[in-house]
C-alpha cells in the first residue's frame, strides 16, 4: 500500500506534467514559428532571473559545476529538444517517442543509483508508452527523422537529468534549486540561441503571452514541484507521471480546438492512467531480497 504522505506527494508532483500537457497546444498556437532555442531560452531565462531574485542565494564549491551539468540536461538541451520536436512533429508523434522517458529514467536509475529493476515497473513504463501511442497517434501521423532524433535526445537528457537531481540532492529547497537550473540552462542556451536562429521578429501580446505562461507557470512553478517530488520519491515514480502530459494535451486539444476522441483514445487514456498507478505501486513495493541457505 503506498502510504497516503507518498500519495499527497504524487498528487502534487503530478500537477507539474499535468501543466506541461499545455505545452504543445501553447506552443503551436501562441508562439512565433521557426525559434525553438529563443522560445526555450526566453522560457528558462527570465523565470530563472526572477526566482533568483527572490531566494538571493547562489551556489557554491561543487554545485556550480553540478547547476550547470543539471541545467543543461533539465533545461538547454531537453526544452531545445523539445521545441525542435514540437516544431517537426504531429503533437501525438513528439508525445510518443518523449514517452520512453520512464524506461530511460529505470535504466539509468540502475546503473547511477543501483536502484533494483522491478519488473513492474517495467511493464507499468511499457503499458504507459502504448497507452500514449493509443492516444495520440494517427494513421496519418508524419515520421520527420530530426524529428524523431530531438524527441530521443529530448528524452535521455530530461531522463538523465532527473536521475542525477536524485543521485546528487542539492543541498537547498526546491525553490533555490530551480533558481540555479533555470538560470544556468537560459544561459547556455543564449550563445545557441543567436548563433543558430534569426533574430525574433516583433512580439504580439499573444506571443508574449504565451512565453510568459511558459516560463513562470509551465517552468518556474512546475519544476518546484518537480524537483520536490524526485526528493521524496522514486525518479522511476516521478518519471511515469510524465505519462500525464499527452492526456492533458488530448484533453486540452478536445476542450479547447474541438478535437474529437475515439474509442481508442478512450482506451488509450485508460491504460496511460492504469500504468501511472501500477508505476506508484511498484515504486511503493520493498525489494525482495534473496538469503543464502546457510552452509553444511
Known sequence: MVKSADITTVAVTAIAPAIWGSTYIVTTTMLPDGYPLTV???????????????????????????????????????????????????????????????????????????????????????????????????????????????????????ATG??????????????????????????????????LEPPLPALSFTNIAGITYLGLIGAALTYILWFRGLVRLEPSAVASLGFLSPVVATLLGWVILDQGLSPMQFLGFLVVLASVWLAQLAAASPVPTVTSAPAP
Open 40 to 158: 526555450a531560452m526566453l522560457r528558462a531565462l527570465p523565470a530563472g532571473l526572477v526566482l533568483l531574485v527572490l531566494v538571493r542565494q547562489f551556489p557554491s564549491g561543487l554545485w556550480w559545476w553540478r547547476m550547470l551539468v543539471l541545467g543543461a540536461l533539465n533545461f538547454a538541451i531537453f526544452w531545445a529538444m523539445l521545441f525542435v520536436s514540437a516544431y517537426r512533429l504531429p503533437g501525438g508523434v513528439a508525445a510518443t517517442v518523449g514517452a520512453v522517458q520512464p524506461l530511460i529514467v529505470i535504466g539509468l536509475s540502475r546503473l547511477v543509483l543501483t536502484t533494483p529493476v522491478r519488473l513492474t515497473a517495467v511493464v507499468a513504463g511499457l503499458a504507459g508508452l502504448v497507452g500514449v501511442g493509443l492516444l495520440v497517434l494517427t494513421p496519418k501521423a508524419a515520421l520527420d527523422p530530426i524529428g524523431i532524433v530531438a524527441g530521443l535526445g529530448g528524452a535521455v537528457s530530461m
Open 162 to 195: 532527473t536521475v542525477l537531481t536524485r543521485h546528487w540532492r542539492p543541498p537547498v529547497s526546491s525553490l533555490t534549486a530551480t533558481a540555479w537550473q533555470l538560470t544556468a540552462g537560459g544561459l547556455l542556451l543564449v550563445p545557441l540561441a543567436f548563433a
